[in-house]
């Protein structure tokens, strides 16, 4: 039985990590500060919960010995830092003796240069990584169906019959669910020819926001509408739904964060929300 450490079990990316890897039959070393990652459900006796710190590479060494591979996703709170924390994590597996680094960079990654906000630090991070000398895959996953589950959307959606986002009704995306993410990032191991690769991923669908508001409203069997909310309402809604996990500053540093970030997502020439599916699917052949 091969082992995986994952790198922020907790988190939404995480746990739908841990979740396919024990589907496939992997044994799951769940890194966590937690010491309840799984906000007590029940895990398989193949998941071992162990502590590290992102910041102090000795404890990353501890963490990673005895797993094939590490699938990593840096905590949202850590943009800024995405660059060092993936040179760190590539030279402690390294030093670990793992066969293989998986990297989701949680957005989008520029094929050219110019691109700003967390898009350059993916391309930073991503050199990083692979600078560090470990066998590494890094995927893009553009865009979360599992946003919708989240305090700052599916209150307006369950509460009031409204879908909410900074999307103008024409801006398309290709929503991936964050089990497909994991099942592409398990695909991968298997995959000499992915090593020292990258790539952009998304879901086979790419649609409007009108559009995932009739899908919304077929599944749920009453309408839900879409409403538009500018980027710096979006961002303010983001920063709020951490509630006392953040101070009044950094609440207000983030929702403006945010909101420049996706003024941009919406006005960017490159559109960030948007993948080559044919593409995708011709080098990964799985059903999304």
């Not at 949680?106 to 692979?130: E, K, M, Q």
Request: glycine share 8%.
């Amino acid at each position: 039985m091969r082992t995986v450490a994952v790198i922020g079990a907790s988190g939404r990316q995480g746990g739908a990590q841990v979740r396919q890897l024990v589907k496939a039959g992997f044994a799951v070393k769940a890194i966590s500060r937690s010491p309840d990652p799984f906000y007590g459900e029940q895990q398989p006796d193949t998941v071992t919960v162990v502590p590290a710190d992102l910041y102090d590479e000795a404890s990353l060494i501890a963490a990673f010995d005895g797993a094939d591979a590490v699938f990593h996703t840096h905590p949202l709170r850590a943009r800024a830092d995405r660059a060092t924390i993936a040179g760190s994590v590539g030279r402690a597996a390294k030093a670990a003796g793992v066969d293989r680094v998986v990297w989701n960079t949680s957005s989008w990654i520029p094929d050219r240069p110019g691109d700003a906000h967390t898009y350059v630090g993916n391309t930073a991070g991503l050199n990083a990584l692979f600078r560090s000398g470990v066998g590494a895959t890094v995927f893009g996953s553009v865009l979360f169906m599992d946003n919708l589950l989240t305090n700052w959307a599916r209150p307006f959606i369950v509460n009031e019959g409204r879908f909410v986002y900074a999307h103008t009704p024409e801006t398309e995306a290709n929503w991936i669910s964050l089990d497909d993410v994991a099942r592409i990032m398990i695909h991968s191991l298997d995959r000499p020819d992915m090593e020292g690769a990258w790539m952009n991923i998304g879901g086979p669908e790419r649609l409007r926001p009108p559009q995932l508001a009739q899908s919304l409203s077929d599944a749920l069997g009453r309408e839900i509408r879409y409403d538009a909310c500018s980027p710096a309402e979006f961002g303010r809604l983001l920063a709020n739904a951490y509630g006392d996990a953040m101070s009044k500053e950094e609440q207000d540093a983030t929702a403006e964060q945010i909101g420049r970030f996706y003024e941009y997502n919406v006005t960017a020439p490159t559109r960030p929300f948007e993948v080559d599916v044919a593409e995708m699917q011709r080098r990964i052949p799985l059903e999304l």
